[in-house]
């Protein structure tokens, strides 16, 4: 029933400002770890991270037999490095950084094409929906394909 004009009571002034200090120094904490640099570098050890635990292993376990510098190379196509992918294969490069709709490997691993599924039937069958959805996520990041791949991996 208080007028709305009225001034807040005590109580609750003194909550906003413990609530402003709180920001204040969250704020401070942020400038600070900006200024020297820890911002930018906690963000990758986890795209690093994601690479390492999610897409390498699964390109070895389900890729390199058929396409690596140490294997196979069907089509011409190697999995096992940043310039195998670059370069690409007898169709060109497999991987549009930032775009997996455009990403000839995406397509592959999807099976929309009945004439490019990977990997074949006979090396184990189509990846699971999880492994697919982590390679359109990988793929998407393109920045991070670009900065942040290990040139050579096994
Ligand atoms: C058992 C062997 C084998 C495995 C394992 C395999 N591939 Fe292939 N891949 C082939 C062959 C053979 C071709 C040539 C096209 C064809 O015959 O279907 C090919 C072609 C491709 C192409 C087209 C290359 C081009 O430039 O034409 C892509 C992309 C590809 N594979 C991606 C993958 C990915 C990604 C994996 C792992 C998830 C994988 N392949 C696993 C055998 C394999």
Do not use: N
């Amino acid at each position: 029933m208080g007028h709305p004009f009225l001034p807040m009571p005590p109580k609750m002034t003194h909550i906003r400002h413990r609530q402003r200090a709180r920001l204040l120094l969250a704020l401070a904490a942020l400038i600070s770890a900006w200024a020297s640099g820890s911002v930018v570098s906690a963000a990758a050890p986890d795209e690093a991270a994601v690479f390492e635990s999610r897409i390498r292993p699964l390109l070895a376990d389900r890729c390199y037999e058929c396409h690596s510098a140490a294997k196979k190379q069907k089509a011409g196509l190697t999995l096992d490095s940043k310039a195998g992918w670059e370069k690409g294969g007898d169709s060109g490069a497999p991987i549009v950084p930032g775009k997996p709709e455009e990403s000839l490997l995406m397509k592959a691993v999807r099976w929309t094409d009945k004439d490019l599924q990977m990997p074949p039937e006979k090396a184990g069958g189509k990846l699971s929906g999880a492994e697919i959805a982590d390679l359109e996520a990988w793929i998407k990041a393109g920045p991070m394909i670009r900065a942040r791949t290990p040139r050579r991996f096994r």
